[in-house]
Structure formats: C-alpha cells, structure tokens
C-alpha cells in the first residue's frame, strides 16, 4: 500500500541553525501538505501546496519557514533560523485532487533544538 | 479566527458507543474532518462533512450540523484499539487564504 514517507526520522539541531525536512507524497497525489504538533498539544496547519505553489499558510508559517518541491518525488520544509520553540514533530501530508479527500499523513519527523 | 472545543478526555467500556462533539467558529466553512491518532503515531483521517447530515463508515459515523457550527464523531462497538486522542478540524478563510485548524484533541479511553 502506498505511503508518505518523511527523513529524517529525527533531527536534532543548534538553535540558529538552518534545518530541511524531507517528504515523499504518494505519487499520484497532487495537494501536500505540512502541520506540526509540539509535544502534548494539537496538530497545527502550516501550510498547503499545488501546483508548485502555496495554496493556503497559516500564521505559524512566517518569513523563517519555506516550502519546495525539487523534483517530481520530494517535498520539503526549510526552517532558515530555528528557535527553541521550533522543537515539535512536523508532519507531511497528501491527498489526491477532489472536495478535500482523505489526506495520508507520514510518520513524522521529530526536530528538537537545543 | 477560528476555534474549536471538543472534551479533552472521555472513557467508555468496550463494546458500547461513545459520541465525541466538537463546536467551532470560523468564517467561510468549508468542512469539519476527524482525525484519529494514537499516542506517538501520525494522524489517521476518518471523515470529512460538508455538507449536513451523517457520514457512516463502518464502526465510524461523523455527523454535522452548520447552522449549529457542530459536528460529532460516533463510535460504535468501541474496541480497545480505539484508545486514542481524535481530533475535529475546520476548514476555513482568513486572511485571504484558506486554513485548516484542529481542535485540541479528545483523549478517548476504552476500558474492559
């Protein structure tokens, strides 16, 4: 069964220093997807891409976040400048075209910044 | 903006049903979905209502109500594996864009 994959799986970083986590969407879908979750507390919106460009951000993903999609498998997430507050398992999602269909989450990547 | 309350915790007893509801506030709705997630796991999408009414996927039901800005996740024939936090969402405007925000998470705990 086809999955989102995510790498790495964790990554620990020097608070300042430029960070990029990786996604494989599934390879026919077409809207993807980055939500964070900091430790004990709700999935949060970060932002939604098509068409190699973003469709919907949200007030979390300020000038220090940005998105890309290199190739026709990758999707990424660069943090140019971490903060403390940056530590939280980011989450790549996907789905097909459509009214909002089920988006296929990966397992996460655990950033914690010291 | 947008909100959402949902409980932080419920339990039930296995084999029985459980109603999890979820009140929101946000302009231009688009739709309420629920997610599962069991601890230390990804979020798992369950259903998405659009429109009202109720949505049935096998143990699973999602139902919604606009006018009332409410949504509810049943669960039925509860199974120990169904331990776990679910999460309504909202999709909606602001700012110019559209945007998803999740509630805080309802932590179900099914015991024997």
């Known amino acids: 069964e086809p999955e989102v994959t995510q790498t790495p799986s964790h990554q620990v970083t020097q608070m300042g220093q430029e960070v990029i986590l990786r996604c494989v969407p599934i390879?026919?879908?077409?809207?993807f997807y980055w939500y964070r979750q900091i430790l004990g507390q709700k999935v949060e919106f970060l932002v939604s891409?098509?068409?190699?460009?973003?469709?919907?951000k949200s007030e979390i993903f300020d000038d220090q976040f940005s998105v890309e999609r290199p190739d026709g498998s990758n999707f990424t997430l660069k943090i140019r400048s971490t903060k403390l507050e940056d530590s939280a398992m980011y989450f790549c999602?996907?789905?097909?075209?459509?009214?909002?269909?089920?988006?296929?989450f990966g397992p996460g990547t655990r950033l914690t910044v010291l | 903006g947008q909100s959402l309350e949902q409980p932080s915790e419920v339990t039930a007893v296995e084999g029985a049903i459980v109603q999890i509801n979820c009140t929101y506030q946000?302009?231009?709705?688009?739709?309420l979905s629920w997610y599962q997630q069991h601890d230390g796991g990804a979020p798992t999408f369950l259903s998405y209502?659009?429109?009202?009414g109720l949505e049935e996927t096998g143990r699973f039901s999602s139902f919604l109500s606009r006018s009332d800005s409410y949504g509810y996740l049943l669960l039925q024939e509860l199974q120990m594996k169904d331990s776990a936090s679910y999460f309504c969402?909202?999709?909606?405007?602001?700012?110019?864009?559209?945007?998803?925000?999740f509630g805080i998470g309802t932590k179900l705990q099914v015991i024997p």
């Open positions: 946000t302009s231009g709705f688009y739709g």
């Open positions: 209502n659009a429109l009202d």
């Open positions: 969402a909202v999709k909606g405007d602001s700012g110019g864009y559209q945007k998803v925000t």
């Open positions: 390879s026919n879908h077409l809207y």
């Open positions: 891409f098509y068409n190699n460009e973003i469709s919907e």
């Open positions: 999602a996907s789905r097909v075209a459509g009214v909002y269909n089920e988006q296929f």
